[in-house]
């Protein structure tokens, strides 16, 4: 999987990247992530000048082994905290929202916890 991210409204700087597929992919949109605090589930999506699908991976992380992937648009990722994972579909996203930001993509631990829509 090649990941190629132009500079954007989403995230400012560009981005490229390779990896190494070892099985298909599955929408998602809320994963749970150490923050600064602690562990916190967070809803997500792709952005492609909107919401667009999020799609979490396997991958081969060379030379750390199995790892997940999770990727968005031609755009990047946009996150939000949420209090459950019931509470993705309510998030009402925006690049003006203060409580939102922006990832080009996320490398996680295989077990990490994930909620397809």
Not at 5 to 12: F, G, K
Not at 16 to 33: H, N, Q, W, Y
């Amino acid at each position: 999987m090649y990941i190629d991210i132009e500079p954007n409204d989403n995230l400012d700087e560009p981005v490229m990247a390779t990896f190494s597929e070892t099985g298909p992919g599955r929408p998602v949109d809320a994963i749970k992530l150490h923050l600064d605090d602690g562990w916190h589930w967070c809803a997500v999506t792709g952005w492609r000048e909107g919401p667009a699908p999020a799609v979490y991976t396997p991958i081969e992380e060379s030379g750390d082994g199995p790892a997940r992937l999770l990727t968005g648009a031609e755009q990047g990722l946009r996150l939000a905290r949420i209090a459950s994972p019931a509470e993705a579909k309510r998030v009402v996203w925006s690049l003006t929202d203060v409580a939102q930001w922006a990832e080009p993509f996320l490398i996680c631990v295989p077990d990490t916890e994930v909620h397809a829509p």
